[in-house]
Nanobody, 119 residues
Framework: QVQLVESGGGLVQAGGSLRLACAAS????????MGWFRQAPGKEREFVAA????????DYADSVKGRFTISRDNAKNTVYLQMNSLKPEDTAVYYC????????????WGQGTQVTVSS
């Protein structure tokens, strides 16, 4: 089991930046591949970015490529999402999630953090 707690959300103007963090506790953090998802009001939850356990392999949704960067610090049990050039359409609740390996489902989720981008 792993517990996940997101932080770093807030209100930012379009074009601005935010960095989200997700702190993990429980089983060793390096045991998990991590992902970020988001859900806007009235919309389905969607994939944002993912990172593998140790080799730094990453994946991004087309809508955030070139603007968002996922990274992890296994020594700090934390995964990050650096979000640059934010757009109003990036407004959503952002969730981090953990899975045991690349390509498997995500059974563990955080509670989410709100990101609001004003125009």
């Amino acid at each position: 089991q792993v517990q996940l707690v997101e932080s770093g959300g807030g209100l930012v103007q379009a074009g601005g930046s935010l960095r989200l963090a997700c702190a993990a506790s429980g089983r060793p953090f390096s045991s998990y591949a991590m992902g970020w998802f988001r859900q806007a009001p009235g919309k389905e939850r969607e994939f944002v970015a993912a990172i593998s356990r140790n080799d730094g392999n990453t994946d991004y949704a087309d809508s955030v490529k070139g603007r968002f960067t996922i990274s992890r610090d296994n020594a700090k049990n934390t995964v990050y999402l650096q979000m640059n050039s934010l757009k109003p359409e990036d407004t959503a609740v952002y969730y981090c999630a953990a899975r045991t390996d690349w390509g498997t489902r995500y059974p563990y989720w955080g509670q989410g953090t709100q990101v609001t981008v004003s125009s």
